[in-house]
């Protein structure tokens, strides 16, 4: 909160008292240990740099894998269980 004077000649002045004791902070004691920095890498920033591991794109067999899913022959039953079993490997 701030007060202001009749006709602000001095600015906002505090609610406390102006000359009251000053709190002198403690000097460091020079045995204390020695403030360190510490980095903590989220898990959404080890996603982020495994997306940047990725190999490259095998045009060859994307080509394979898309007529594979326009003549209806590449989701087998045989597939679709290796692929759940992969996921709940990764996610359990």
Do not use: C, W
Not at 13 to 24: E, I, K, L, Y
Not at 58 to 87: C, H, M, W
């Amino acid at each position: 909160m701030h007060i202001f004077g009749p006709a602000h000649l001095h600015g906002p002045q505090s609610v406390g008292p102006p000359h009251g004791p000053q709190a002198s902070k403690p000097a460091p004691r020079p045995d204390s240990t020695p403030i360190t920095d510490e980095v903590e890498i989220s898990d959404a920033a080890r996603m982020v740099e495994q997306t940047n591991n990725v190999p490259e794109i095998r045009q060859d067999r994307v080509d394979a894998i898309r007529a594979q899913i326009a003549e209806g022959t590449y989701e087998t039953p045989e597939k679709l269980d290796v692929a759940v079993e992969r996921l709940l490997d990764e996610i359990g």
